[in-house]
């Protein structure tokens, strides 16, 4: 038998069959994670408050040029116009015309004065189709732009990686 403070021969055949235990698993503790590269990480949205307040007066602006010109011409009725947005769409079907047709009795002065009076009404209702039309685009730009404005932007954290893939004689060098 070989005591343990013996110095060993090389003819000993023993084989050291002691096992330790292994150790224990790694535990990962869980962190904040980090982006992965090239990807956003949202952070909560941005409001554009210059396009949100250029959007009110756009579409103040557009409001109070309907409701203004409505009273003002006395158009009946003028109370369509306080509708916001689609108000200019109601009274396209109105009548703008704002000479009444003539009513002497003597067709000699009636017949050409309600021609004349019919094709004033009619440039009238063409210019008021336009303006109706210009009114809805100003009241309809300003509420998107309103609500553009007020919803705003993503506010994202983007990190860019640069890398690259060379070949080399026993392999390939990755760069980032």
Request: without cysteine.
């Amino acid at each position: 038998m070989v005591r343990a403070d013996e110095p060993r021969r090389s003819d000993d055949a023993r084989v050291n069959l002691d096992l330790r235990p292994a150790p224990p698993p790694a535990v990962i503790e869980p962190t904040r994670a980090m982006p992965t590269p090239g990807v956003r990480e949202d952070r909560g949205r941005e409001r554009h408050w210059g396009l949100l307040g250029g959007g009110l007066a756009l579409f103040a602006a557009g409001y109070a040029l309907d409701i203004g010109l409505s009273y003002g011409l006395g158009h009946d009725p003028a109370a369509t116009s306080l509708i916001p947005l689609v108000g200019p769409l109601v009274q396209m079907g109105d009548s703008w015309a704002m000479v009444q047709p003539s009513t002497t009795g003597n067709p000699m002065i009636d017949v050409p004065a309600n021609q004349r009076i019919s094709e004033v009404n009619n440039t009238i209702q063409q210019a008021a189709y336009a303006v109706l039309a210009v009114d809805f685009v100003l009241q309809l730009a300003g509420t998107t732009m309103v609500i553009v404005g007020a919803v705003g932007k993503s506010r994202t954290l983007e990190r860019n990686v640069a890398w690259s893939i060379t070949p080399t004689g026993n392999g390939m060098l990755v760069k980032f």
